[in-house]
Structures are given as C-alpha cells and as structure tokens.
C-alpha cells in the first residue's frame, strides 16, 4: 500500500482552515480504512510566513493528530515555494498538492489515486467548470492559456496545482533548479506518464484570495519567460522587419526628392522618431526581463527557509 501525502500550501488561512482540516481528515480517514492509502500517510500543513493565527492552528491540530504535520516557513516565499517546500521536505510514495482554501475538490483525491494505481506517474486536477470564478478571471485565463500554447509553452489546459505525484516523478522535479517557478509547465517538462482528472471549482468558502491581480500577472509573466524565447525573438524580427520597411520609406523619399524636390514634412518625421523610440523601447524592456531573470537564476537564493517542523516523527 502506497503512503501518502497530501501537502496543503497555507497563508493567511485562519478563516477557513479548520474546515480544510476537517474534511481532509475524514477523506484520509476514509481511504485509509478502505485501503486505498498507507495508514502512515500524512496532511501536510505548509505554513507560507501566515500573520494570522493559521500557525497556531496548525500546531494545535498536529499535537493532536498523529496524521497531519506542519512546516513553518522563515517567512512568506509565495504559493509556489511553499508546494515545494512540502512536497521536498516529507518522505512519501505519492504526493498531491491542493490549495488549502477548498476551491479545488478534495474527493478527487481518490480518483486521482485510482489513476497511479493504475501506473501514471502524473495526475492532472482539471478544472470544469468556472463559474464560481469572476469574468475577468475566467477571460484572462482563456487567453493566457491560448497565448501560451502559441508561446509554445507545454502546460494543461485549466489545470492549476491540484496535481497528483508520484516520489520518482517528485524526484525529477527536484532535478530542475531554477528560482523562477511555475510548477505547472515544469512538471510536463519532467516527463512520465500523464492522466487528468476533472472536477468542478467551487467558490471560495471563506477568506479572500492571496492572489492579488500583481501576483497573478507575476506568475502568468514567469509562465511565458521562464519557458519561451519567442518573446525575444519577436524582438529580432521586429528589428528586421523594421529595418527592412525603412530602407522602402528611405527609397521613397529620395525618389519624391528626385521628382519634385519637395521636402518630406515635419509631422511624418516626428510619428516616425516617435513610432521608433517605442519599439526600441519595448526591444529593450522584453531582454531587461530576460536579463533579470538570469540575475535571479545566477544568485541561486533558497526557494524557501524551513523554520520549523512539526510532527515529523515517524517520517
Ligand atoms: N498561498 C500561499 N502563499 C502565498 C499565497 C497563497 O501559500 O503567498 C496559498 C493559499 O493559502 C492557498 C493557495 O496558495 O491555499 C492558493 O491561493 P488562493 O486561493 O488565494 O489563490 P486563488 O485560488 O484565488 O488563485
Ligand atoms: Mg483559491
């Protein structure tokens, strides 16, 4: 029987995780009496750097609860660092990832397992139905999706970090080092074989989202640079075809001047210096984007800073 863990990334949870709680245990509780799971797999809370009283939630449910184990980050390292810390720091056969906050549905959990049973090493959490979801959210990540599929980035379609691992499949993870995460278009690039599970995505029951517009386009901007060049060779090609269009206007005005003489006006002049800067410009900004990550990469910071574990015992 295979052990799991279920890792669940926590900040600001306070509202909501003692439900979280609740219903993981009796989900372990039910597929560990019906032999699905190991009797030793555990819930991992990851406490990402919470200023409310999740830690202390956290503690008090491990100290009494031999199946669930916390980790207390140094501080806040963000959604991403704190799915790996987890999935990095426990000893286990399979390992599932889910957000803390019940949007993604933890029943899927079994037919997740039914699938690694089944020998895929990858289990993919899809999402259905959007609904619970505002326009804009539904909208933006309908394009994104597109717009990373023409990037050439490989990632699932509507699938976020509700992902089923098994430990081989974990260890390849460990294998890639950049700083720059978005474990959704690592995982695929880590090979093995691959099945989805769909489910629908409820609203979130209570608190509100750690996911602030600025922190989403963060990391849908790490999704596209961290896992395509075109971006930069958009840059190149634009510097071509631009050359290439002003050797044509450059052609023109000297045969205008060689007709009639006449002088090329001063507004034509100033859209063009103007047209110009800007696509210089943004030239620039997409490889200072690319430059910055290669600062961040070349540091080789920690992705995370384990300050405490607890209920780690038996592992
Ligand atoms: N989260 C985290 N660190 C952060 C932000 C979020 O660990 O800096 C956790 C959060 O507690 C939740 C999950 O990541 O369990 C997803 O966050 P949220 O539900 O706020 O994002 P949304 O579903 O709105 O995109
Ligand atoms: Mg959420």
């Given at each position: 029987m295979l052990k799991l863990a279920i890792v669940l990334p926590c900040y600001n949870e306070e509202e909501i995780l003692s439900q979280t709680i609740k219903r993981m245990k009796s989900l372990l509780t039910q597929m560990i009496k019906t032999k699905q799971v190991a009797s030793a797999s555990?819930?991992?809370l990851v406490n990402d750097g919470s200023c409310d009283k999740t830690a202390d939630i956290i503690r008090r449910t491990c100290a009494k609860d031999k199946h669930f184990c916390g980790l207390n980050l140094s501080r806040n390292f963000g959604h991403q660092s704190a799915i790996l810390a987890g999935?990095?720091?426990i000893e286990a056969d399979v390992y599932v990832?889910?957000?803390a906050d019940l949007q993604d549905n933890?029943?899927?959990i079994m037919?997740?397992?039914g699938k690694i049973y089944e020998g895929y090493d990858v289990v993919y959490g899809v999402r259905t139905l959007r609904n619970t979801d505002s326009w804009f959210k539904r909208t933006s990540a309908t394009l994104y999706y597109k717009l990373l599929k023409i990037l050439g980035v490989n990632i699932v379609y509507n699938h976020a970090d509700f992902r089923m691992m098994t430990k081989r499949a974990v260890d390849a993870l460990k294998q890639f080092p950049e700083r720059n995460l978005f474990l959704r278009a690592i995982v695929p690039l880590a090979g093995f074989k691959s099945a989805k599970?769909?489910?629908d995505r409820s609203a979130r029951s209570a608190g509100e989202t750690k996911y602030p517009l600025v922190k989403m386009m963060a990391l849908a901007w790490?999704?596209?640079?961290?896992?395509s060049i075109i971006p930069l060779r958009f840059v190149t090609f634009m510097g071509f075809a631009i050359c290439f269009i002003s050797l044509f206007f450059l052609g023109f005005i000297i045969y205008r001047w060689s007709v009639s003489g006449t002088i090329v006006g001063w507004a034509s002049l100033v859209t063009i210096i103007t047209i110009f800067s800007g696509v210089q410009l943004l030239s620039l900004g997409i490889i200072g984007e690319y430059l910055a990550k290669v600062f961040v990469e070349v540091k080789k910071r920690p992705l995370y800073i384990v300050e405490s574990k607890i209920g780690f015992g038996d592992n």
């Amino acid at each position: 029987m295979l052990k799991l863990a279920i890792v669940l990334p926590c900040y600001n949870e306070e509202e909501i995780l003692s439900q979280t709680i609740k219903r993981m245990k009796s989900l372990l509780t039910q597929m560990i009496k019906t032999k699905q799971v190991a009797s030793a797999s555990k819930i991992l809370l990851v406490n990402d750097g919470s200023c409310d009283k999740t830690a202390d939630i956290i503690r008090r449910t491990c100290a009494k609860d031999k199946h669930f184990c916390g980790l207390n980050l140094s501080r806040n390292f963000g959604h991403q660092s704190a799915i790996l810390a987890g999935m990095n720091e426990i000893e286990a056969d399979v390992y599932v990832t889910i957000d803390a906050d019940l949007q993604d549905n933890p029943e899927s959990i079994m037919e997740m397992l039914g699938k690694i049973y089944e020998g895929y090493d990858v289990v993919y959490g899809v999402r259905t139905l959007r609904n619970t979801d505002s326009w804009f959210k539904r909208t933006s990540a309908t394009l994104y999706y597109k717009l990373l599929k023409i990037l050439g980035v490989n990632i699932v379609y509507n699938h976020a970090d509700f992902r089923m691992m098994t430990k081989r499949a974990v260890d390849a993870l460990k294998q890639f080092p950049e700083r720059n995460l978005f474990l959704r278009a690592i995982v695929p690039l880590a090979g093995f074989k691959s099945a989805k599970v769909y489910y629908d995505r409820s609203a979130r029951s209570a608190g509100e989202t750690k996911y602030p517009l600025v922190k989403m386009m963060a990391l849908a901007w790490n999704g596209i640079s961290n896992f395509s060049i075109i971006p930069l060779r958009f840059v190149t090609f634009m510097g071509f075809a631009i050359c290439f269009i002003s050797l044509f206007f450059l052609g023109f005005i000297i045969y205008r001047w060689s007709v009639s003489g006449t002088i090329v006006g001063w507004a034509s002049l100033v859209t063009i210096i103007t047209i110009f800067s800007g696509v210089q410009l943004l030239s620039l900004g997409i490889i200072g984007e690319y430059l910055a990550k290669v600062f961040v990469e070349v540091k080789k910071r920690p992705l995370y800073i384990v300050e405490s574990k607890i209920g780690f015992g038996d592992n």
